[in-house]
């Protein structure tokens, strides 16, 4: 592995809905992984697939040792991430990060968008059912929650990737 790093541009690494929605420009684009963190659906969503009376719950990274998430990464210019910090103002902080990018074997510096637990819209862990309960019933104006499930599930397929969490989340909302 070697180490790229470039300064006027900066890697972004998408787990959620930026690997479906790609409402920003970008130089590169990758599959990539990270190591150490893991997809949850913990994060309350007061502005895109709930409302602040009724949230819903999109997905966040918790740091895991020896886990690996995988995404894509996109290499973008440093205005993109005004549109980011507003698109994603509900709760999540940039973090950086090491991302994997998949096809070159090359580890870049980048940045990950984390939503923690001392943020206002935090919701936390839930037995599994009541997760799927909850998405079931939330609606946003970026559309039902139960989609953002099924639109990550079907992009996390495509990238080959497994997902024990999002997968029986899925299983759950379609049974
Ligand atoms: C992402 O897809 O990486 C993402 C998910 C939630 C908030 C911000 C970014």
């Known amino acids: 592995m070697t180490r790229a790093a470039r300064s006027d541009t900066t890697w972004v ?34 502005d895109h697939r709930g409302t602040p ?45 090491t991302i994997c990018l998949d096809e070159k074997e090359v580890e870049v510096d980048g940045l990950i968008y984390v939503a923690t637990e001392d943020n206002h819209a935090y919701l936390g862990p839930a037995h599994l059912e009541e997760v799927a309960s909850h998405i079931s019933r939330s609606h946003g104006p970026s559309g039902s929650n139960t989609d953002y499930v099924l639109q990550l599930a079907r992009a996390l397929r495509k990238l080959g990737d497994h997902d024990p969490h999002v997968y029986a989340l899925e299983a759950l909302l379609t049974q």
């Open 53 to 97: 009376c009724a949230p819903g719950r999109v997905v966040t990274l918790i740091p895991s040792p020896g886990a690996t998430c995988r995404g894509v990464a996109y290499l973008v210019e440093q205005e993109v991430f005004e549109h980011l910090d507003h698109r994603e103002k509900n709760g999540y902080e940039r973090y950086s990060v």
């Open 13 to 46: 690494f998408g787990y959620g809905s930026l690997i479906y929605k790609v409402d920003f420009p970008y130089q590169q684009k990758a599959t990539a992984s990270i190591s150490g963190w893991e997809r949850r659906f913990w994060q309350g969503s007061h």
